[in-house]
């Protein structure tokens, strides 16, 4: 695509410093271990082939989620959104999972989705603490405002944080945001935060080589295949 840089100068947003998020990795349920890493705009080509499929999945809104996490990429490679930042979660160079937020302003947060690819491993609720992690501890944010477009969300952000409603609204719109504040994640991080550092070399080089992406046919069934949970 060309592009016109001084017209770009005009319709890029200005962007405030971050502090970049350290990787981690997580032990699954099932002994996997997930590296949890920021990801720059160079890797949404490959992003946009796991978010994909979720488009056309009519179950537990994922297409919702899907399209708009879809659209957040687009608009962050192409220097449309302010302040947003992207970390996913890699079992094996593979990706089960992308979370992403934005900085509102230098001290308020704004959770925007999660994106829970391989189901049934809480690989959704890792990432969001790892999201909520980045903006209290390395953004060093104040507050962060949320919203759930599930049930599924609402039980685990809402009730497992003990987020505190407002009547500020949302910029995704839907429901009145609820605020995740300083003291309220390190009431809850020993009971939801979780992962080490370093990042051991041989997973961090894994990581790091290819963002590995399943057939659209894996990711469906990594997600639609879970009847009855």
Do not use: C
Request: glycine share 6%.
């Amino acid at each position: 695509m060309a592009v016109d840089m001084e017209l770009e100068s005009v319709l890029r947003p200005p962007e405030f410093p971050q502090a970049p998020y350290p990787p981690k990795v997580i032990t699954l349920a099932n002994g996997k271990r997930m590296v949890v890493r920021e990801v720059t705009r160079a890797d949404v080509p490959q992003l946009l082939k796991s978010v994909h499929p979720t488009l056309f999945i009519d179950r537990d809104y994922y297409n919702v989620v899907g399209a708009r996490v879809y659209a957040e990429l687009i608009a962050w490679q192409y220097y449309r959104v302010q302040n947003e930042y992207v970390l996913v979660g890699q079992v094996d160079g593979l990706v089960a999972g992308i979370v992403n937020g934005r900085l509102y302003s230098p001290k308020v947060g704004m959770s925007l989705h999660t994106l829970a690819i391989d189901r049934g491993l809480r690989i959704g609720a890792h990432l969001f603490a790892a999201k909520m992690e980045h903006h209290i501890e390395y953004l060093n944010q104040d507050e962060v405002l949320i919203v759930a477009e599930s049930p599924i969300g609402f039980r685990r952000w809402m009730i497992e944080y003990g987020l505190e409603p407002t009547t500020i609204p949302h910029e995704l719109g839907g429901a009145p945001s609820y605020k995740l504040t300083r003291e309220l994640y390190f009431k809850s991080k020993s009971r939801l935060v979780v992962g080490d550092r370093p990042v051991p070399q041989d997973l961090m080089d894994v990581a790091q080589q290819d963002l590995t992406v399943a057939t659209e046919k894996a990711i469906r069934e990594k997600i639609a295949g879970l009847k009855g949970r």
